[in-house]
Structure formats: C-alpha cells, structure tokens
C-alpha cells in the first residue's frame, strides 16, 4: 500500500510558476502509475497530468499542455509537478494519485490511492 503527501503549494501570481512534489511511502511506488489532478470550489476534480512507472510516457490535460511538467525520480520515491505561467484559472487543490496499474490513465476511478492535496493560489 503507497501513502502520499503532497507539498509545494502557495499563492503566487498570474505568470509565476510553482513545483509540486508528492512523496510515497511504500516499496512499490515504481510500479505505479503516478498522477495529479485538480479540484477547484464548486467543480469535480479533473486530471492533470500523468506519467508511467518508468517516465516514458506522460500525458496532460490539454489545458495545461506546454505550461505544466509532470517528472519523477523513483529513487526518492517522489513525483513532481513543474507548473510555468500560472493562470488564475490554475487555482485548485491539487491531488497526487497512485494508479491500480501500468496504465497512464486520465480517468479518477483508474487510481487507487490519494494524497491529502495542497493548496494553489493564483492572484491575477
């Protein structure tokens, strides 16, 4: 069973950037899948970002492609997220999420385990 606790979040302004981290515990966090999603006031949580166990693929929600990064070292057991030229529309918690599988996957339901969130704040 992975643990996660995510880290990095704060209030920064439209055009800054931010790096999130998510550190797992457990002896087989390079097996997973690892994602973030995102969940702003009053609106469902929606994906993000996501990368396969050994980083050779990721994926993006379209409306963060070219500004957000998505990266882990399985050696620290941590994946981040690399956020460049934040809109206030960036403006969510943001989850970290370990998958059931191999599969990189967009969907909630394909992840098993959540983190706690963090807090991003983006000030126009």
């Known amino acids: 069973q992975v643990q996660l606790v995510e880290s990095g979040g704060g209030l920064v302004q439209a055009g800054g950037s931010l790096r999130l981290s998510c550190a797992a515990s457990?002896?087989?966090?390079?097996?997973?899948?690892m994602g973030w999603f995102r969940q702003a006031p009053g609106k469902e949580r929606e994906f993000v970002a996501a990368?396969?166990?050994?980083?050779?693929?990721?994926d993006y929600a379209d409306s963060v492609k070219g500004r957000f990064t998505i990266s882990r070292d399985n050696a620290k057991n941590t994946v981040y997220l690399q956020m460049n030229s934040l809109k206030p529309e960036d403006t969510a918690v943001y989850y970290c999420?370990?998958?059931?599988?191999?599969?990189?996957?967009?969907?909630?339901?394909?992840?098993?385990?959540w983190g706690q969130g963090t807090q991003v704040t983006v000030s126009s």
């Open positions: 999420a370990a998958g059931r599988s191999f599969r990189v996957t967009k969907f909630p339901y394909e992840y098993r385990t």
């Open positions: 990368i396969s166990w050994s980083s050779d693929t990721t």
């Open positions: 457990g002896r087989t966090f390079s097996s997973y899948t």
